[in-house]
């Protein structure tokens, strides 16, 4: 019956984020470890299936909540150092991700082809760089003009965006210290007028760590909880989980320490900060009860970042849902899946009788007779 009346609402909510669209399976014919997305068919079902069928005369408005592409994964482009973080270079890792994945930008611009569908894009921090005019710009030409105002991307302070009164969807990584940027000022420009993105410091640990340790192990970002694979890596991976866990304590200690003491900062300062650097993956659901406790206007949060799909109800009426992540992912605690990809992502009906939207949390199976299933 549940399904029956889901064919009665007039208007639908989407929310994906963490697709991680890199350079593509293979770069000039070598193998690419550093793509992350490997469900380019399911993607484009996926958008088919919402814009056509019971949703062609539906408002379907599709929310894409940080990291649709890893512009942290491409480090083939011509740039050394932090040329890298260039407005040249990020545009040509862009046009990269773009060629990489056709057929996925296809079915974007076929969902906003119809005059009720909307795209809108909100920057997370592996799509930082996004923060640049010229990107945006080249993103958004990737659609025909007459439907270019059917997808915005949205960069201001702050990250948040609320499409239905009562509901606030961020990406997560403002909560991280190691991953806080900000949009606007985040962008400089050098005597010769050339632009450049300027990351926070999780950026350059993700070009510079992560991804040299992913090309011996491509499973060491998508492993969860971090604890305890850190722990069943030194048992069974010890040289390789010693390399990575000395090289994360260097890289710390060389980058932030040597930085604050430059600074004249105090071992106190430096220490506090030090603290707040290293929470990542933090307890969202108790940052969930702190928001809903200064904001009584919001009864709902949806976030991404973790890569960890979460559906919360509490008895106050408020929720908290986090989409997950369309890449393969690897858990090691009872109750989960312990492989693979669950390609979540949120869904919000909206009835004309009820204030409220109905608010679900699903997985992706592709075209069949259910192409769904609630977590």
């Not at 991953?179 to 300027?198: C, L, N, W």
Request: glycine share 6%; charged share 25%.
């Amino acid at each position: 019956m549940r399904f029956l009346r889901a064919n009665k609402a007039h208007k639908t909510i989407l929310v994906i984020s963490d697709i991680h669209l890199g350079a593509g399976a293979y770069v000039d014919g070598v193998r690419n470890f550093l793509e992350d997305f490997h469900y380019d068919e399911e993607m484009v079902e996926f958008l088919k299936y919402y814009s056509n069928g019971d949703f062609d005369k539906r408002n379907v408005e599709l929310i894409i909540n940080g990291d649709l592409l890893d512009l942290l994964a491409v480090p083939f482009v011509e740039f050394y150092d932090d040329e890298f973080w260039s407005e040249e270079a990020a545009l040509e890792k862009l046009k990269m991700i773009i060629k990489a994945h056709p057929e996925v930008m296809e079915a974007f611009r076929q969902f906003a082809s119809h005059k009720n569908k909307k795209i809108t894009y909100i920057i997370g921090n592996h799509d930082g760089e996004l923060a640049l005019k010229s990107l945006q710009n080249y993103f958004l030409e990737q659609f025909p003009e007459d439907i270019r105002s059917n997808v915005q991307i949205l960069s201001e302070v702050g990250g948040e965006y609320i499409p239905h009164e009562g509901i606030l969807i961020k990406h997560g990584h403002e909560y991280e210290v190691a991953h806080q940027f900000d949009p606007i000022t985040s962008v400089a420009k050098d005597e010769d007028g050339r632009r450049y993105f300027i990351p926070p410091w999780g950026s350059y640990y993700v070009t510079r760590v992560i991804n040299k340790f992913k090309e011996e192990r491509g499973y060491i970002n998508a492993v969860r909880p971090i604890k305890k694979a850190m722990i069943n890596g030194l048992i069974y991976d010890t040289v390789f989980t010693i390399r990575f866990m000395l090289a994360n304590g260097f890289y710390f200690l060389m980058v932030r320490f040597i930085y604050f003491f430059k600074q004249g900062k105090s071992f106190k300062e430096i220490f506090k900060h030090s603290l707040g650097e290293l929470e990542l993956f933090g307890d969202y659901e108790e940052l969930t009860k702190d928001i809903f406790e200064k904001r009584s206007d919001i009864h709902c949060l949806i976030v991404g970042h973790t890569h960890e799909p979460i559906y919360r109800t509490y008895v106050d009426g408020t929720s908290f849902i986090n989409t997950g992540t369309w890449t393969d992912m690897y858990h090691m605690d009872w109750g989960k899946d312990s492989n693979g990809p669950q390609l979540t992502y949120a869904q919000l009906n909206f009835f004309d009788e009820e204030k409220r939207p109905e608010i679900s949390l699903r997985a992706w199976h592709g075209v069949n007779h259910l192409p769904f299933s609630e977590v």
